[in-house]
């Protein structure tokens, strides 16, 4: 968490049983240590495609928040994920 903000991806690994002490200072969720049980898409490099597209998206200053929100739901979607953003 930076800035008391709190990325996407961390708001998952805290859906899947990790505490903000876990993800702190943690840059990716495959780099998550502990008893936390991350579904495979998170934990493994050779799945990364999606963790690093949404990491991307979810930092890109030149998209509108709209277009972030469903790009980053489109994602979780896959995944069977249902992204709510709240402002």
């Given at each position: 968490?930076?800035?008391g903000k709190?990325?996407?991806l961390g708001f998952v690994c805290r859906h899947?049983?990790?505490t903000t002490k876990d993800?702190?200072?943690v840059g990716m969720p495959m780099?998550?240590?502990g008893s936390v049980q991350l579904p495979s898409w998170l934990r493994y490099r050779t799945n990364r495609c999606d963790v690093y597209r949404a990491?991307?998206?979810n930092?890109?200053?030149d998209i509108s928040e709209r277009e972030r929100e469903s790009k980053i739901r489109a994602i979780f979607k896959r995944h069977g994920i249902r992204a709510v953003f709240t402002k």
């Open positions: 968490m930076a800035n709190q990325c996407c899947y049983g990790a993800i702190l200072a780099e998550v240590q990491a991307t998206i930092d890109n200053a």
